[in-house]
């Protein structure tokens, strides 16, 4: 087999091979297409299933929490409207408390207990009442006849009170405190709380029941009296104190308060407790079941988490901590949790449900919803009572969520497999099945070409007579005849290759002449070029004002610079005497080069003439400048023009005509003012009469002002950074200068320029002219 033949296979083979792999590939990457685009669309429709359920879940869940709760409040109101109603008909009421108390059912037999120290009543009562033993008289075995009488003044709770505790919401305990000055404790139903609280609370038969128990609560209530609008303002008394465990084995409380007030609501005359259990919230919220391990939670408005499971609290990384101050509190805040993106979650700021999406726990990703509860008054944090709101929460793990997905996504890569296994068999027995017919096309084919091939081999090594039979009238065919009639070619175009040679040679010899005769021309026109531009460079520094000229002016302190950008530039300034004035002339003509330095020679020329003429009027001055320029400008078919401003100077007064650039005027007091020439003229050489549109203006000069004038060379200077110089710099560095000489503030403009071109390129003339009145 000739290596064609073997290299023909090959190529064939690997062409099939690779097709029939990009088609694999093609159908691997439709099929995998197909997976992502159905997973994607049964993950959103997850995405919204599962966060309509978690909202309308939670939603449910808060409105029931909000309803036990709100029950609870108007249990405790109720009672505090009727406890409100007897103080402030206390006096049409006393008839009826001085009967009452002598009734066997409603009488108080308080017993003084001498290893406590405190006065109670018996458990057959139906209300406990304990008073301490700061408000009796220890010699005696008394209660203060001011503390007995606040006491049955309550004495008709014994027949409220127990109903209103088995009745409405679940609580625990309820109870009535009596005014400030004498604080005793009536009870529904009747508990030995004096005894319990000797075991539970050390203490507190010493110091004022409100600041042992519930510091600051009555502060908090009195604040309102002193508030704005008083107690008329507010929508509700009712006023939470934080969750505690219960001493008496009650499990989980919150103790609900409402103050009762003095009949001209100037003072606090008692206050009615509620000690809600949460264990039908707790239980409530523990009990939420969210796919196979999420689960709820509750939590206060410092993050300190009511209600959740064991091993919710787990998963949540929360930390119990204990306070004590009379009460113990549990603590359990989601800042301290070991879970860092739990512990930095910010609860909601109003009562819309917050839906996020990936949250971390425990490396996983989880489902975070959350809604606040309606706000209300909490206690327990110093004088102030203040807004506290409870927020319910939902976790559920992502993976529960998309377990349907993840296993629809198996079946769907196994079937994806099983496919491309089945294509991968199929492209293999399609390549064995084409290669068997390449071979034997190729067998046929190559008889020819290694005949090409060896006639090509003959030729390479100089055989040109060598010719190859035509055996076909195919493409091969074509190919043989091709090549016999370019050995033909190359065969007689050998023969003759000397000669072409020869007169190739000659015409290149010939060619070379002409190119040295016309370089040598060249060199010479380059060297008149450089002279005739020489010349005009010198004639343009020579006609600026020399420094001696300068000095002799008596009155000004002038300083000028002018340097081209190329041989010869296109900027002019000038400093003139003559008719009494001093004539002080800048412009800029557009673009530069020789013709623009011709013309400036022509503006130079034009103003000293009409000076020595003795024109005296600057906007005619300016015009006949103008409409001198302009013809010569016509003459020599040029389409260049420039602006130019025209000043005179005398006794202390600077006349300016004619448009260029702005003139910067710093006084001697450092105020810095920008005088526009746009609209004192036009550009000269634009148009022959330009008078109507010439107007001049006046710069009154006092000694140690300055002036400086400037061509657009300056403020466009351009850095590397192709950012320019500008005219603010340029009103800064003369600023910084201007009490010193004209030479050395113009100096500082140029070094300050040239440190911001730096090594970039020229591209405009520079001038600068600084005029200071001495």
Same mark, same amino acid.
């Given at each position: 087999?000739?290596?064609?033949?073997?290299?023909?296979?090959?190529?064939?083979?690997?062409?099939?091979?690779?097709?029939a792999?990009?088609?694999?590939?093609?159908?691997?990457?439709?099929?995998?297409?197909?997976?992502?685009?159905?997973?994607?669309?049964?993950?959103?429709?997850?995405?919204q299933?599962?966060?309509?359920?978690?909202?309308?879940?939670?939603?449910?869940?808060?409105?029931?929490?909000?309803?036990?709760?709100?029950?609870?409040?108007?249990?405790?109101?109720?009672?505090?409207?009727?406890?409100?109603?007897?103080?402030d008909?206390?006096?049409?009421?006393?008839?009826?408390?001085?009967?009452?108390?002598?009734?066997?059912? +409603?009488?108080?037999?308080?017993?003084?207990?001498?290893?406590?120290?405190?006065?109670?009543?018996?458990?057959?009562?139906?209300?406990?009442?304990?008073?301490?033993?700061?408000?009796?008289?220890?010699?005696?075995?008394?209660?203060?006849?001011?503390?007995?009488?606040?006491?049955?003044?309550?004495?008709?709770?014994?027949?409220?009170?127990?109903?209103?505790?088995?009745r409405?919401?679940?609580?625990?305990?309820?109870?009535?405190?009596?005014?400030?000055?004498?604080?005793?404790?009536?009870?529904?139903?009747?508990?030995?709380?004096?005894?319990?609280?000797?075991?539970?609370?050390?203490?507190?038969?010493?110091?004022?029941?409100?600041?042992?128990?519930?510091?600051?609560?009555?502060?908090?209530?009195?604040?309102?009296?002193?508030?704005?609008?008083?107690?008329?303002?507010?929508?509700s008394?009712?006023?939470?104190?934080?969750?505690?465990?219960?001493?008496?084995?009650?499990?989980?409380?919150?103790?609900?308060?409402?103050?009762?007030?003095?009949?001209?609501?100037?003072?606090?005359?008692?206050?009615?407790?509620?000690?809600? $259990?949460?264990?039908?919230?707790?239980?409530?919220?523990?009990?939420?079941?969210?796919?196979?391990?999420?689960?709820?939670?509750?939590?206060?408005?410092? /993050?300190?988490? +009511?209600?959740?499971?064991?091993?919710?609290?787990?998963?949540?990384?929360?930390?119990?901590?204990?306070?004590?101050?009379?009460?113990?509190?549990?603590?359990?805040?989601?800042?301290?949790?070991?879970?860092?993106?739990?512990?930095?979650?910010?609860?909601?700021?109003?009562?819309?449900?917050?839906?996020?999406?990936?949250?971390?726990?425990?490396?996983?990703?989880?489902?975070?919803?959350?809604?606040?509860?309606?706000?209300?008054?909490?206690?327990?944090?110093?004088?102030?009572?203040?807004?506290?709101?409870?927020?319910?929460?939902?976790?559920?793990?992502?993976?529960?969520?998309?377990?349907?997905?993840?296993?629809?996504?198996?079946?769907?890569?196994?079937?994806?497999?099983?496919?491309?296994?089945?294509?991968?068999?199929?492209?293999?027995?399609?390549?064995?099945?084409?290669?068997?017919?390449?071979?034997?096309?190729?067998?046929?084919?190559?008889?020819?070409?290694?005949?090409?091939?060896?006639?090509?081999?003959?030729?390479?090594?100089?055989?040109?007579?060598?010719?190859?039979?035509?055996?076909?009238?195919?493409?091969?065919?074509?190919?043989?005849?091709?090549?016999?009639?370019?050995?033909?070619?190359?065969?007689?175009?050998?023969?003759?290759?000397?000669? +072409?040679?020869?007169?190739?040679?000659?015409?290149?010899?010939?060619?070379?002449?002409?190119?040295?005769?016309?370089?040598?021309?060249?060199?010479?026109?380059?060297?008149?070029?450089?002279?005739?531009l020489?010349?005009?460079?010198? +004639?343009?520094?020579?006609?600026?004002?020399?420094?001696?000229?300068?000095?002799?002016?008596?009155d000004?302190?002038?300083?000028?610079?002018?340097?081209?950008a190329?041989?010869?530039?296109?900027?002019?300034?000038?400093?003139?005497?003559?008719?009494?004035?001093?004539k002080?002339?800048?412009?800029d003509?557009?673009g530069? /080069?020789?013709?623009s330095?011709?013309?400036?020679?022509?503006?130079?020329?034009?103003?000293?003439?009409?000076?020595?003429?003795?024109?005296?009027?600057?906007?005619?001055?300016?015009?006949?400048?103008?409409?001198?320029?302009?013809?010569?400008?016509?003459?020599?078919?040029?389409?260049?023009?420039l602006?130019?401003?025209?000043?005179?100077?005398?006794?202390?007064?600077?006349?300016?005509?004619?448009?260029?650039?702005?003139?910067?005027?710093v006084?001697?007091?450092?105020?810095?003012?920008?005088?526009?020439?746009?609209?004192?003229?036009?550009?000269?050489g634009?148009?022959?009469?330009?008078?109507d549109?010439?107007?001049?203006?006046?710069?009154?000069?006092?000694?140690g002002?300055?002036?400086?004038?400037?061509?657009?060379?300056?403020?466009?200077?351009?850095? $590397?950074?192709?950012?320019?110089?500008?005219?603010?710099?340029?009103?800064?560095?003369?600023?910084?200068?201007?009490?010193?000489?004209?030479?050395?503030?113009?100096?500082?403009?140029?070094?300050?320029?040239?440190?911001?071109?730096?090594?970039?390129?020229?591209?405009?003339?520079?001038?600068?002219?600084v005029?200071?009145?001495?």
């Open positions: 087999m000739s290596k064609f033949n073997t290299k023909f296979i090959l190529v064939t083979g690997v062409s099939v091979l690779l097709g792999i990009l088609n694999v590939l093609v159908a691997r990457q439709g099929i995998h297409k197909l997976s992502r685009e159905a997973t994607d669309e049964i993950e959103q429709g997850l995405d299933a599962t966060r309509e359920y978690l909202t309308n879940h939670l939603r449910d869940t808060a409105q029931h929490t909000n309803s036990s709760l709100a029950h609870a409040y108007t249990d405790l109101e109720i009672l505090a409207d009727i406890v409100q109603t007897m103080v008909h206390d006096e049409d009421l006393t008839p009826l408390y001085d009967h009452a108390k002598t009734l066997p059912f +409603l009488q108080d037999k308080l017993v003084f207990h001498e290893k406590g120290g405190w006065y109670e009543n018996q458990n057959d009562e139906p209300t406990a009442v304990a008073a301490w033993g700061y408000l009796g008289d220890k010699e005696k075995r008394a209660l203060l006849p001011e503390a007995q009488r606040d006491i049955d003044r309550t004495i008709l709770l014994d027949v409220v009170m127990p109903s209103f505790k088995k409405g919401a679940d609580k625990l305990q309820l109870y009535f405190v009596g005014p400030p000055k004498h604080p005793y404790v009536r009870l529904a139903p009747w508990a030995d709380m004096a005894a319990e609280f000797d075991r539970t609370s050390p203490g507190h038969n010493e110091k004022n029941f409100y600041d042992f128990f519930y510091t600051g609560l009555r502060q908090g209530w009195e604040e309102w009296l002193r508030e704005p609008g008083g107690l008329e303002q507010r929508k008394q009712v006023t939470f104190w934080p969750p505690y465990d219960d001493a008496s084995g009650g499990g989980k409380i919150m103790t609900i308060f409402h103050p009762v007030w003095s009949k001209d609501r100037k003072a606090l005359s008692g206050a009615l407790g509620l000690d809600l $259990t949460l264990t039908q919230i707790v239980k409530y919220i523990q009990d939420v079941k969210l796919k196979e391990t999420g689960f709820a939670f509750l939590t206060q408005g410092d /993050g300190n988490v +009511l209600a959740v499971s064991e091993d919710g609290a787990k998963r949540l990384g929360l930390q119990v901590k204990a306070e004590r101050q009379g009460l113990e509190y549990l603590k359990r805040v989601l800042k301290d949790s070991k879970e860092t993106q739990i512990a930095s979650i910010e609860l909601p700021k109003d009562e819309k449900v917050q839906y996020r999406d990936n949250v971390q726990i425990a490396g996983a990703p989880h489902f975070l919803v959350l809604q606040r509860l309606a706000p209300f008054s909490m206690g327990g944090g110093g004088d102030k009572i203040v807004e506290d709101t409870w927020t319910i929460g939902f976790v559920v793990p992502k993976g529960e969520i998309y377990a349907s997905l993840t296993k629809a996504q198996a079946a769907i890569d196994a079937s994806r497999t099983s496919i491309q296994t089945s294509q991968a068999f199929i492209a293999i027995g399609s390549i064995l099945v084409l290669m068997a017919g390449v071979f034997l096309v190729s067998r046929k084919m190559t008889g020819a070409l290694v005949a090409l091939s060896e006639g090509a081999t003959r030729m390479r090594q100089g055989d040109y007579a060598v010719r190859v039979a035509v055996t076909s009238e195919d493409e091969i065919g074509q190919l043989t005849g091709a090549f016999n009639e370019m050995a033909a070619e190359i065969q007689a175009h050998t023969t003759n290759l000397e000669e +072409l040679v020869k007169a190739r040679t000659g015409e290149l010899e010939d060619a070379n002449k002409e190119i040295m005769s016309l370089n040598a021309q060249l060199a010479q026109e380059n060297l008149r070029l450089g002279a005739e020489n010349v005009a460079r010198q +004639l343009q520094l020579m006609v600026l004002p020399p420094a001696q000229e300068l000095q002799e002016i008596k000004l302190d002038i300083a000028g610079y002018m340097s081209p190329d041989e010869v530039g296109g900027d002019y300034y000038d400093v003139l005497r003559g008719n009494g004035v001093i002080i002339g800048i412009g003509v557009t530069h /080069g020789l013709e330095g011709v013309l400036m020679l022509m503006v130079q020329t034009a103003v000293r003439t009409l000076l020595a003429s003795n024109e005296t009027d600057p906007t005619r001055f300016l015009g006949i400048v103008n409409k001198v320029i302009y013809q010569n400008i016509q003459r020599i078919s040029s389409d260049k023009n602006t130019l401003s025209l000043m005179d100077y005398s006794d202390g007064k600077l006349r300016l005509t004619g448009q260029h650039e702005e003139v910067i005027v006084k001697a007091s450092g105020e810095l003012e920008r005088v526009d020439t746009t609209g004192l003229g036009l550009p000269v634009m148009d022959e009469d330009i008078t549109f010439l107007s001049n203006t006046e710069i009154d000069l006092e000694s002002d300055v002036v400086v004038l400037f061509t657009d060379g300056v403020t466009e200077a351009e850095r $590397t950074d192709t950012a320019q110089y500008g005219v603010e710099r340029l009103c800064e560095i003369v600023s910084q200068n201007h009490k010193k000489t004209s030479q050395e503030i113009k100096d500082a403009i140029i070094e300050d320029l040239m440190n911001h071109i730096g090594t970039n390129k020229v591209y405009d003339d520079i001038t600068v002219l005029i200071k009145r001495l």
